[in-house]
T-cell receptor, first 115, second 114 residues
């Protein structure tokens, strides 16, 4: 079964450093999302991406965050200057329908720890 | 704003028994989709089942079924013949047609006792 691949699985970074989280979507999927989950808590929407541009973003997704698909395969989430409160599990999700009728395929997540 | 509420932070069930996880949501939309996702200890989120709001028939996937009550804005998940591998956190999620994002509930941790 096709998978969404996320790397790295775990990243530890110092506060103020930049991190880039990577996702390789399923090949025929067109809609991409980033969600985060602070340990044991609710899954929160960050951003959706379609046709090489942001479709929607949440209040969490401020100027410190950016997304891009630089080479047509990887879908990346960049945090420019990490804060302690950015420590969370970050999930990439993709779907091949934007009409809402299909669920997401999630990656296995990147655990980001900011120290 | 749409909200999704899972009122049971924790549930437990005996192996081979049936358990029902509750979910309610608040929306002014008439067209939308509802999902249940499973998150085992590995942390991977896995789609369990989905329901289109325009369909009256409740969705079923093997041992998993839903009880969708649109007027009551309720979407419960029933797991029959519970197995040890069903132990996980379960999230109810809502998504509006033509919108990208999903709104998730707080989750219910299910324990399956042998």
């Amino acid at each position: 079964e096709p998978e969404v691949t996320q790397t790295p699985s775990h990243q530890v970074t110092q506060m103020g450093q930049e991190v880039i989280l990577r996702c390789v979507p399923i090949s025929n999927h067109l809609y991409f999302y980033w969600y985060r989950q602070i340990l044991g808590q609710k899954v929160e929407f960050l951003v959706s991406f379609y046709n090489n541009e942001i479709s929607e973003k949440s209040e969490i997704f401020d100027d410190q965050f950016s997304v891009e698909r630089p080479d047509g395969s990887n879908f990346t989430l960049k945090i420019r200057s990490t804060k302690l409160e950015d420590s969370a599990m970050y999930f990439c999700a993709t779907t091949n329908r934007g009409q809402g009728s299909y669920g997401y395929t999630f990656g296995s997540g990147t655990r980001l720890t900011v120290v | 704003a749409q909200t999704v509420t899972q009122s049971q932070p924790e549930m437990s069930v005996q192996e081979a028994e049936t358990v029902t996880l509750s979910c309610t949501y608040d929306t002014s939309e008439s067209d939308y989709y509802l999902f249940w996702y499973k998150q085992p200890p590995s942390r991977q989120m896995i789609l369990v089942i989905r329901q289109e709001a325009y369909k009256q028939q409740n969705a079923t996937e093997n041992r998993f079924s839903v009880n969708f009550q649109k007027a009551a804005k309720s979407f419960s998940l029933k797991i029959s013949d519970s197995q040890l591998g069903d132990a996980a956190m379960y999230f109810c999620a809502y998504r509006v047609t033509n919108a990208g994002k999903s709104t998730f509930g707080d989750g219910t941790t299910l324990t399956v006792k042998p």
